[in-house]
């Protein structure tokens, strides 16, 4: 995607699987200016951006030690305009959330916003295998909503590594964990 932002054109990928994904991205959306691309993005337990670095995936540090994280992660896509910042996690899998307003981009959209001093944000799915873009509305940052939103963040971000099995477990691929019943086949 980086590349192709960067050069306007599509570069040789294999397998053709993940070509055909970046051909639907390039046919669905035009990069606007200024977007990035895999952007880490850490927030703090106050709910201000905390830069950091990804020295192995999925594992973040604050850029400054003496700033603490509350939670962080990699936006896929972002961009500020007019005000309002917008956040994507583009989905391959099978199974995807209905809405972008999931806890990885309320977190990530909340830290974007920060940095950026956006007065709004919008969340973003994209979709790959459906070439289906889902977004919130624009959410300003003042509002009850952005206010629940924080607090669903603190919530999940407080309940640790271990897994929490549910019914939510049901289309899992993973698997080699113990909790989903398909485990060892």
Known sequence: VESWIRT??????????????????????????????????????DGRHVAVTEPEPHAYRPVDPAHRLLTAGRADLLWLQDGCIYVTDHKTGRFAPGSPITPQLMA????????????????????????????????????EEAARMWDLVQMYAGLGPEPRPGEWCGGCWETSCEHNPKAGR
């Open 108 to 143: 990530l959209g909340l830290a974007a916003a920060d940095r950026a001093e956006a007065s709004h944000m919008a969340l973003g799915l994209y979709l790959a295998r459906e070439v289906d873009w889902r977004w919130s509305e624009a959410i300003p940052l003042d509002s």
């Open 8 to 45: 306007g054109q599509i570069p040789e990928l294999r397998p053709a699987q993940v070509a055909d994904w970046l051909h639907g991205l390039a046919s669905s959306w035009v990069p606007p200016p200024g977007v990035e691309v895999e952007v880490a993005l850490g927030l703090s337990p």
